[in-house]
């Protein structure tokens, strides 16, 4: 498996993952209205254009995907059971079309299930940064992991 395993992460550990994703206009239209967002900073480039932004912003719940979506391969590919919550998810900085992002995780916290003996609870800090090194989302979450198998 390309993931890791419980053993494998410890407190404070630090990756940076090395796949980034270029968010395109068609990611962030099909997302919005595959999930019923009719959000004008979304889809209208007219009402966007009025506001803060100047132009459309990416749904955040999309770039939250993505954050934690770039992180499977190295980190939790066949090595997990389950996400087991999100916490303190945020989004500093608006990400546009356009933009690529990035990943970093650190550890935060780690303990063996007390109920499973092949598996542990790990807490995990992901942050996304677009191309210029801005912070774009931040999200911690709680995830049970696989303890690597026993022969």
């Not at 995907?65 to 590919?77: A, C, F, M, R, S």
């Not at 210029?132 to 911690?140: F, Q």
């Not at 992991?145 to 022969?151: A, E, G, T």
């Amino acid at each position: 498996m390309a993931g890791k395993y419980f053993e494998e992460l410890e407190v404070g550990q630090k990756l940076r993952h090395s796949l980034g994703r270029t968010i395109t206009e068609m990611d962030n239209v099909l997302f919005s209205t595959l999930t019923m967002n009719p959000q004008p900073l979304h889809l209208n480039e007219d009402f966007a254009a009025k506001t803060q932004f100047g132009q459309r912003i990416v749904n955040g719940i999309f770039t939250m995907g993505v954050v934690v979506g770039l992180t499977v391969g190295e980190l939790t590919d066949g090595t997990i059971v389950a996400n087991l919550g999100y916490e303190r998810v945020s989004h500093p900085k608006p990400v546009f079309h356009g933009d690529t992002i990035y990943v970093e995780t650190e550890v935060l916290e780690k303990r063996e299930s007390r109920s499973k003996p092949d598996r542990g609870i790990v807490r995990l800090k992901h942050v996304g940064l677009n191309q210029h090194g801005d912070v774009v989302c931040e999200i911690e979450r709680s995830v049970l992991f696989l303890k690597r198998p026993q022969n």
